[in-house]
Protein backbone atom coordinates (compact mmCIF):
# COMPACT_ATOMS: atom_id res chain seq x y z
CA UNK A 1 0.00 0.00 0.00
CA UNK A 2 1.50 3.92 -0.51
CA UNK A 3 1.56 6.55 1.71
CA UNK A 4 -1.86 7.21 2.86
CA UNK A 5 -3.23 11.11 2.94
CA UNK A 6 -2.64 13.37 5.77
CA UNK A 7 -5.55 15.27 7.29
CA UNK A 8 -3.54 18.55 7.57
CA UNK A 9 -5.63 21.18 6.15
CA UNK A 10 -3.69 24.31 6.78
CA UNK A 11 -6.31 24.98 9.62
CA UNK A 12 -4.22 23.55 13.03
CA UNK A 13 -4.61 26.83 14.93
CA UNK A 14 -7.96 26.42 15.36
CA UNK A 15 -6.82 23.00 17.36
CA UNK A 16 -6.23 23.46 21.21
CA UNK A 17 -3.14 25.12 22.58
CA UNK A 18 -2.35 22.29 24.60
CA UNK A 19 -3.91 18.60 25.29
CA UNK A 20 -5.53 18.14 28.60
CA UNK A 21 -3.31 16.92 30.86
CA UNK A 22 -3.06 13.71 32.53
CA UNK A 23 -4.91 14.41 35.67
CA UNK A 24 -7.86 14.71 33.69
CA UNK A 25 -7.72 10.54 33.18
CA UNK A 26 -7.13 10.68 37.12
CA UNK A 27 -10.32 12.07 38.00
CA UNK A 28 -12.23 10.41 35.47
CA UNK A 29 -11.46 7.20 37.55
CA UNK A 30 -11.58 8.89 40.81
CA UNK A 31 -15.43 10.05 39.46
CA UNK A 32 -16.18 6.37 38.40
CA UNK A 33 -15.08 4.53 41.93
CA UNK A 34 -18.22 5.56 44.14
CA UNK A 35 -20.84 4.96 41.35
CA UNK A 36 -23.16 1.63 40.54
CA UNK A 37 -21.58 -0.70 38.48
CA UNK A 38 -25.27 0.07 36.54
CA UNK A 39 -24.82 3.29 36.70
CA UNK A 40 -24.88 4.97 33.14
CA UNK A 41 -23.45 8.56 34.10
CA UNK A 42 -20.39 6.17 35.48
CA UNK A 43 -17.96 7.14 32.65
CA UNK A 44 -19.01 10.33 31.45
CA UNK A 45 -15.58 11.88 33.23
CA UNK A 46 -14.08 9.77 30.70
CA UNK A 47 -15.83 10.19 27.27
CA UNK A 48 -15.74 13.86 28.00
CA UNK A 49 -11.87 13.25 28.54
CA UNK A 50 -11.64 11.45 25.10
CA UNK A 51 -13.37 14.23 23.48
CA UNK A 52 -11.06 16.47 24.46
CA UNK A 53 -8.21 14.74 23.08
CA UNK A 54 -10.16 14.20 20.15
CA UNK A 55 -10.52 17.61 19.92
CA UNK A 56 -6.43 18.25 20.75
CA UNK A 57 -5.93 15.92 17.46
CA UNK A 58 -7.94 18.01 15.63
CA UNK A 59 -10.83 16.28 15.06
CA UNK A 60 -14.12 18.55 17.34
CA UNK A 61 -17.61 18.35 17.35
CA UNK A 62 -17.24 14.61 18.66
CA UNK A 63 -19.98 13.74 20.52
CA UNK A 64 -21.26 11.79 23.47
CA UNK A 65 -20.08 11.91 27.46
CA UNK A 66 -21.85 14.36 30.17
CA UNK A 67 -24.18 15.06 26.56
CA UNK A 68 -25.81 12.07 26.79
CA UNK A 69 -25.38 8.63 25.14
CA UNK A 70 -25.82 7.63 21.27
CA UNK A 71 -28.54 5.40 19.97
CA UNK A 72 -27.03 3.84 17.16
CA UNK A 73 -28.83 1.24 15.19
CA UNK A 74 -27.08 -1.89 14.11
CA UNK A 75 -28.48 -4.48 12.21
CA UNK A 76 -30.65 -6.47 15.06
CA UNK A 77 -30.96 -3.89 17.76
CA UNK A 78 -29.74 -0.48 18.77
CA UNK A 79 -27.00 0.07 21.27
CA UNK A 80 -26.28 3.10 23.26
CA UNK A 81 -22.16 4.17 22.31
CA UNK A 82 -20.03 6.14 24.76
CA UNK A 83 -18.42 7.96 22.17
CA UNK A 84 -19.02 9.07 18.48
CA UNK A 85 -18.43 11.74 15.57
CA UNK A 86 -20.91 11.73 12.58
CA UNK A 87 -20.46 13.58 9.13
CA UNK A 88 -22.62 14.34 6.68
CA UNK A 89 -25.72 12.89 8.31
CA UNK A 90 -23.59 9.37 9.24
CA UNK A 91 -21.83 8.01 12.12
CA UNK A 92 -18.03 7.39 11.05
CA UNK A 93 -16.27 6.35 14.07
CA UNK A 94 -17.52 5.02 17.12
CA UNK A 95 -15.93 4.22 21.14
CA UNK A 96 -17.22 2.07 23.58
CA UNK A 97 -16.01 2.41 27.16
CA UNK A 98 -15.77 -0.48 30.04
CA UNK A 99 -14.72 -0.65 33.54
CA UNK A 100 -13.65 -4.09 34.84
CA UNK A 101 -14.11 -3.41 38.56
CA UNK A 102 -15.15 -6.96 39.81
CA UNK A 103 -15.35 -10.60 39.49
CA UNK A 104 -12.44 -9.61 37.08
CA UNK A 105 -12.43 -14.04 36.25
CA UNK A 106 -16.02 -14.40 35.46
CA UNK A 107 -15.97 -10.63 33.27
CA UNK A 108 -13.45 -10.99 31.22
CA UNK A 109 -14.61 -13.95 29.21
CA UNK A 110 -18.19 -12.99 28.90
CA UNK A 111 -17.10 -9.22 27.82
CA UNK A 112 -15.15 -10.60 24.94
CA UNK A 113 -18.15 -12.49 23.48
CA UNK A 114 -20.18 -9.59 24.13
CA UNK A 115 -17.79 -7.25 22.55
CA UNK A 116 -17.57 -8.99 19.12
CA UNK A 117 -21.42 -9.31 18.92
CA UNK A 118 -21.65 -5.78 19.59
CA UNK A 119 -19.16 -4.75 17.40
CA UNK A 120 -20.40 -7.17 14.18
CA UNK A 121 -24.31 -5.95 15.01
CA UNK A 122 -23.11 -2.02 14.02
CA UNK A 123 -20.61 -3.39 11.47
CA UNK A 124 -23.17 -5.17 9.52
CA UNK A 125 -24.67 -2.05 8.38
CA UNK A 126 -22.06 0.30 8.35
CA UNK A 127 -18.82 -1.68 7.20
CA UNK A 128 -16.39 1.19 7.02
CA UNK A 129 -17.14 2.51 10.92
CA UNK A 130 -14.54 3.11 12.36
CA UNK A 131 -14.31 1.47 16.14
CA UNK A 132 -12.40 2.07 19.58
CA UNK A 133 -12.59 0.41 22.45
CA UNK A 134 -11.41 1.58 25.95
CA UNK A 135 -10.87 -0.45 29.29
CA UNK A 136 -10.34 0.84 32.91
CA UNK A 137 -9.10 -2.29 34.31
CA UNK A 138 -8.79 -2.26 38.49
CA UNK A 139 -5.63 -4.03 39.24
CA UNK A 140 -6.51 -4.23 42.75
CA UNK A 141 -9.11 -7.17 41.35
CA UNK A 142 -6.48 -8.53 39.55
CA UNK A 143 -5.77 -12.59 39.85
CA UNK A 144 -3.92 -15.18 38.15
CA UNK A 145 -5.89 -17.77 35.73
CA UNK A 146 -6.11 -21.43 36.83
CA UNK A 147 -5.67 -21.85 32.92
CA UNK A 148 -2.05 -20.97 32.41
CA UNK A 149 -1.01 -18.62 35.88
CA UNK A 150 -0.83 -15.48 33.49
CA UNK A 151 -3.00 -12.66 34.99
CA UNK A 152 -6.52 -11.89 33.47
CA UNK A 153 -5.09 -8.47 33.19
CA UNK A 154 -2.65 -9.50 30.58
CA UNK A 155 -4.94 -12.07 29.06
CA UNK A 156 -7.67 -9.73 28.47
CA UNK A 157 -5.49 -6.73 26.87
CA UNK A 158 -3.53 -9.81 24.62
CA UNK A 159 -7.04 -11.00 23.74
CA UNK A 160 -8.47 -7.59 22.27
CA UNK A 161 -4.95 -6.66 20.84
CA UNK A 162 -5.82 -9.50 18.84
CA UNK A 163 -8.82 -8.20 18.03
CA UNK A 164 -7.71 -4.60 16.87
CA UNK A 165 -6.49 -4.88 13.88
CA UNK A 166 -9.24 -4.17 11.53
CA UNK A 167 -7.16 -2.77 8.50
CA UNK A 168 -7.89 -2.76 4.80
CA UNK A 169 -7.91 -5.67 3.50
CA UNK A 170 -8.84 -7.52 6.34
CA UNK A 171 -12.61 -5.65 7.02
CA UNK A 172 -13.39 -9.14 9.06
CA UNK A 173 -16.67 -8.59 11.30
CA UNK A 174 -16.06 -8.30 14.79
CA UNK A 175 -12.49 -6.56 14.89
CA UNK A 176 -11.68 -3.32 16.29
CA UNK A 177 -9.64 -0.50 15.06
CA UNK A 178 -7.86 0.45 18.30
CA UNK A 179 -7.92 -0.16 21.84
CA UNK A 180 -6.66 1.82 24.91
CA UNK A 181 -5.92 -0.52 28.07
CA UNK A 182 -5.50 1.52 31.13
CA UNK A 183 -4.44 -0.36 34.28
CA UNK A 184 -4.78 1.72 37.75
CA UNK A 185 -5.22 0.67 41.69
CA UNK A 186 -8.62 1.74 43.34
CA UNK A 187 -6.68 1.05 46.43
CA UNK A 188 -3.90 4.06 45.60
CA UNK A 189 -4.49 7.34 46.73
CA UNK A 190 -6.56 9.72 44.23
CA UNK A 191 -4.27 11.38 41.24
CA UNK A 192 -1.78 8.42 41.67
CA UNK A 193 -3.88 5.54 40.77
CA UNK A 194 -2.80 5.07 36.87
CA UNK A 195 0.04 2.56 36.52
CA UNK A 196 3.01 3.64 34.68
CA UNK A 197 2.10 7.31 33.45
CA UNK A 198 4.24 6.87 30.64
CA UNK A 199 3.02 3.38 29.22
CA UNK A 200 -0.35 5.01 29.69
CA UNK A 201 0.51 7.67 27.46
CA UNK A 202 2.10 6.12 24.66
CA UNK A 203 -1.19 3.81 23.95
CA UNK A 204 -3.40 6.71 24.50
CA UNK A 205 -1.13 8.57 21.00
CA UNK A 206 -1.67 4.70 19.96
CA UNK A 207 -5.04 4.38 20.15
CA UNK A 208 -5.88 7.87 18.74
CA UNK A 209 -3.70 7.31 15.75
CA UNK A 210 -5.19 4.35 14.76
CA UNK A 211 -8.81 5.81 14.84
CA UNK A 212 -8.04 9.41 13.56
CA UNK A 213 -5.53 7.67 10.48
CA UNK A 214 -8.30 5.07 9.16
CA UNK A 215 -11.34 7.69 9.39
CA UNK A 216 -9.42 10.04 7.37
CA UNK A 217 -8.34 7.14 5.23
CA UNK A 218 -12.08 5.98 5.07
CA UNK A 219 -13.65 9.55 5.04
CA UNK A 220 -11.25 11.75 3.20
CA UNK A 221 -13.49 14.49 2.79
CA UNK A 222 -13.50 14.67 6.84
CA UNK A 223 -11.08 17.79 7.71
CA UNK A 224 -8.92 17.81 10.52
CA UNK A 225 -7.32 21.11 12.12
CA UNK A 226 -3.57 19.39 12.71
CA UNK A 227 -1.48 17.20 10.90
CA UNK A 228 -1.89 13.71 10.85
CA UNK A 229 0.92 11.44 10.15
CA UNK A 230 -0.05 7.81 9.00
CA UNK A 231 3.01 6.74 7.64
CA UNK A 232 4.67 3.31 8.96
Not at 45 to 73: C, H, M, R, T, W
Not at 101 to 108: D, E, R
Not at 175 to 184: N, S, V
Amino acid sequence: MGRRPSGHTGSSSLAPKRPPPDSVLEQAITSLLPHSPTSTKRLNALADYLKELFEYEGLPNVKGGSGGELQVPGLSRTKNWDVAYEFAGKFRLLVSLKSMLKNISGSVPNRLDDLQGEISNVQQLRPEIVIGYVVLFDMAQDSLRNEDRSRWSDYFEAALLKMAIRRAPLWNQGLLEGLWFIRFDSRKPAGKRVFSRRDTAQARQRFLKALLCELKLREPAVQLLKELDCAG
